[in-house]
């Protein structure tokens, strides 16, 4: 048995995110993690309220990313959001539809962790296909 559920609504803190992402609007991103909280997006860091503002400001708002979601599921305690991303940043070496995986813990009312990444698809072996 698995403790994974699909297709459920986000939660407040993740829901305002995406909100505030689609709106540009920085303060109303760094609003909804907590002090102390981390994001790792492309396997960099940034910790705390003031870095996570300064790499809103500078990767989100300021290439006017947009997020649109095409799934959601939680996973033992994490949320777990598949977003179509678009913006005015690099797109060099990229696929026509980007999809971003935000891996996100809440704390209380607001976001402590989130952790960003373009996955791949898994190999069929993964899925036990004959053959693979």
Do not use: C
Not at 12 to 31: K, Y
Not at 90 to 98: E, H, R, S, Y
């Amino acid at each position: 048995m698995t403790d994974t559920q699909s297709g459920a609504a986000l939660p407040a803190p993740v829901a305002e995110f995406v909100s505030a992402v689609n709106r540009f609007d920085a303060a109303g991103i760094a609003a909804v993690f907590t002090e102390d909280a981390l994001v790792n997006d492309a396997r960099r860091e940034f910790s705390g309220r003031p870095a996570i503002r300064r790499w809103v400001e500078r990767e989100i708002t300021g290439d006017k990313v947009t997020m649109n979601v095409s799934e959601v599921r939680f996973h033992r305690g994490a949320v777990i959001v598949d977003a179509v991303i678009d913006g005015e940043y690099d797109k060099t070496g990229l696929p026509d539809v980007v999809v971003l995986t935000h891996y996100v813990a809440i704390a209380g009312d607001q976001i402590a962790q989130m952790i960003i990444i373009r996955n791949e698809p898994a190999p069929a072996w993964a899925a036990g296909e004959a053959g693979a």
